[in-house]
């Protein structure tokens, strides 16, 4: 029966119909509808998501004017917020207390894309409407600078911290930013592993809701210092297809995993050249290599990413993929992954502060 007038009741009911679809529940029930207007038959109301950078927006809102329209409103207007949760328990010292989500990316073996990972997922995150900091934690061979266009001297704040650089929306930081041009960082590990507890305790990162840590390759001392050092609430692995990548892989996620750290998920980088002139995908590396490994080890496959020529021209000049201006085939994975990234962060939000919860 279509009504003649809406009213409040009438739409909240209409709503509890609606489930947000990765975390289970209607949106009523789960407190994510406010400021609800109504003005004959229009409607107009607020979604306060639990990461801006949500995924499934079109699918809430399809599912939304799927239940009014048949009621009788002639205009649905939804306007989006979100507030980020804290995914890993906070502690009681708790080193980076305005952080709330620490993502670590790593690979185990260098040349696979990492650093190309770590920059676009915190512009894409920063994109949506998320505050990011990005920390380059390869001590011995920064990239992060040069990849994300940010150049310069950090200042010390009025507490003599210290400010990080920001770019594309993103507060950075990195020893590239401390030594002079060209100059290699020959450092012990001890050395490594104290410059990343000075950039955790000494940067002022302010109140962020997802810090991205590029890791360098290996299992050793930046690891097991930032392991140590903060909650982290997540880890992204990438990789390459083939078997060589792999085999190091493993070795991150064994490390991981016996230091208690979660595994968000697997990224297969460079996992095909789509050719632009006849269409043809050319696969240099192999195909499958991350996606069998999820499917092995129990982790989610967070997606691929194809050869694109604008990610090497765009980490060369400080324009990462995401943010330039007609993004190709690998900056729409890339934006898609920064997606999935941040609705695992929500879950195991969800999770820690509603344990028994299930989610769909």
Known sequence: ??????????????????QEPELGGD?????MIRDLAIDG?????????????????????TDIRGVLLPLGASDVSVAWDAVVRRA?????????PGVKNIIAVASGKGGVGKSTVSVNLAVALAQAGATVGLLDADITGPNIPQMIGAAGQPKASEAN??????????????????????????????????????????????????????????????????AQAVPISGAVLVTTPQDVALSDVQ??????RRVSVPVIGVVENMAGF??????????????GGGERLARDEGLDYLGGIPIDVTVRQGGDVGVP?????????????????????AAHMSIRAARATTPDLTIV
């Open 274 to 287: 789509v050719c632009p002139h006849c269409g043809e995908t050319t696969e240099i590396f192999g195909r």
């Open 161 to 226: 911290r210290i400010v990080p650089l920001e770019r594309h929306g993103v507060k950075v930081i990195s020893i590239a930013f401390f030594v002079p041009e060209g100059q290699p960082v020959v450092w012990r590990g001890p050395l490594v592993g104290g410059a990343i507890s000075q950039f955790l305790r000494d940067v002022e990162w302010g109140d962020l809701d997802y810090l991205v840590v590029d890791l360098p390759p290996g299992t050793s001392d930046a690891q097991l210092t930032l």
């Open 88 to 96: 890993a328990p906070r502690q009681p010292t708790q080193l980076l």
């Open 251 to 256: 070795k991150a996620l064994a490390m991981f």
């Open 41 to 61: 038959s229009a409607v107009s109301f607020t979604v306060e998501l639990t990461t801006p950078a949500c995924p499934l927006k079109d699918q809430i809102e």
């Open 27 to 31: 949106l009523v029930s789960r407190g």
């Open 321 to 341: 993929a995401v943010a330039q201006r007609e993004p190709g085939p690998a900056a729409e994975a890339l934006t898609r992954i920064a997606g999935l990234v």
């Open 1 to 18: 029966m279509v009504l003649s007038s809406l009213t409040e009741t009438v739409v909240m009911d209409a709503l509890r119909h609606v």
